[in-house]
C-alpha cells in the first residue's frame, strides 16, 4: 500500500540555520503531497502542499517540491526561528476510486530551534 | 471564526468505561475523520464519514464506534474493547472529499485510562 518516510528526529539547530526534513513516498497512483505542522498540545496544521510532479508548495519561508521522479517531497527553509520549533508530518492522499481522500501520514519529525 | 472544536482538552478513563469525545465543526464541511496519534507514529485513521447518517471503518476501528447524525458533529466513543487506549485523538474535516482538498484539525483530546 501507499506509504511515507520520514527522516527520524529530533532535529536539533541553531536559530538562522537552513532547514530540511526529508520525505519519500510509495504510491501507486498520482497522489497530492502535503506537509503539516503540529505545534505543542496542539492539533495539526497544513503547512503546504502540492498536487502534481514538479510542483512547488510554499508557506511562511518554507518550500517543497514534489519530485516524481525520486519521489520525494524535502520541506526546508533558509533560516529557521525558535518559533519554528514543533513536529512537522508528511503526508499524501490517497484517492480511492469512492473519491475518499485518505491521508497517509509519516511518523513525523520534530524540530528544535534553540536561540 | 470557523473551525474545528473537541471536547474535553484532557480525559480519565477507568478500565471498562466506555468515553465518548466530542467533535463539532462549524466549517460546513461534508467529511469529518476521527484519528489516533500515538508517541514515535504518524497518524492512523479510525473512522470516517463523507455524508450525514453514514460512515466507514478506517484502519484500526476495532474497539471505536462512531454516529454522525449532524452535519456539524461527529462524536467517537471508545469502548471498553479497545485494549490500549491511552492516547491523543484528532477529529479532522474537510470539503466534499476529493485529493486535492486539505483537511482541518480539531486541537484533539488526550485520553489517558487509568
Known amino acids: 500500500g501507499d506509504s511515507v518516510t520520514q527522516m527520524e528526529g529530533p532535529v536539533t539547530l541553531s536559530e538562522e540555520a537552513f532547514l530540511t526534513i526529508n520525505c519519500t513516498y510509495t504510491a501507486t497512483g498520482y497522489p497530492s503531497l502535503f506537509w503539516y505542522v503540529q505545534y505543542p498540545g496542539e492539533g495539526l496544521q497544513l503547512l503546504l502542499k502540492?498536487?502534481?510532479?514538479?510542483d512547488k508548495g510554499s508557506n511562511k519561508g518554507f518550500e517543497a517540491t514534489y519530485r516524481k521522479e525520486t519521489t520525494s517531497f524535502h520541506l526546508e527553509k533558509g533560516s529557521v526561528q525558535v518559533s519554528d520549533s514543533a513536529v512537522y508530518f508528511c503526508?499524501?492522499?490517497?484517492?480511492?476510486?469512492?473519491?475518499?481522500?485518505?491521508?497517509?501520514f509519516g511518523t513525523g519529525t520534530r524540530l528544535l530551534v534553540s536561540p | 471564526d470557523g473551525g474545528i472544536t473537541q471536547s474535553p482538552k484532557y480525559l480519565f478513563r477507568k478500565e471498562g468505561q466506555n468515553v465518548t469525545l466530542s467533535c463539532e465543526q462549524n466549517?460546513?464541511?461534508?467529511?469529518m475523520y476521527w484519528y489516533r496519534q500515538d508517541p514515535g507514529q504518524g497518524l492512523r485513521l479510525i473512522y470516517y464519514?463523507?455524508?450525514?447518517?453514514?460512515?466507514q471503518k478506517g484502519d484500526i476501528a476495532e474497539g471505536y464506534s462512531v454516529s454522525r447524525e449532524k452535519k456539524e458533529s461527529f462524536p467517537l466513543t471508545v469502548t471498553s474493547a479497545q485494549k490500549n487506549p491511552t492516547a491523543f485523538y484528532l477529529c479532522a474535516s474537510s470539503r466534499p472529499s476529493g485529493a486535492y482538498n486539505e483537511q482541518f484539525f480539531g486541537p484533539g483530546t488526550r485520553l489517558t485510562v487509568l
Open positions: 466549517l460546513n464541511h461534508d467529511a
Open positions: 502540492a498536487t502534481k510532479a514538479d
Open positions: 503526508a499524501l492522499s490517497d484517492r480511492k476510486n469512492t473519491g475518499f481522500q485518505k491521508l497517509v
Open positions: 464519514s463523507q455524508i450525514v447518517n453514514d460512515f
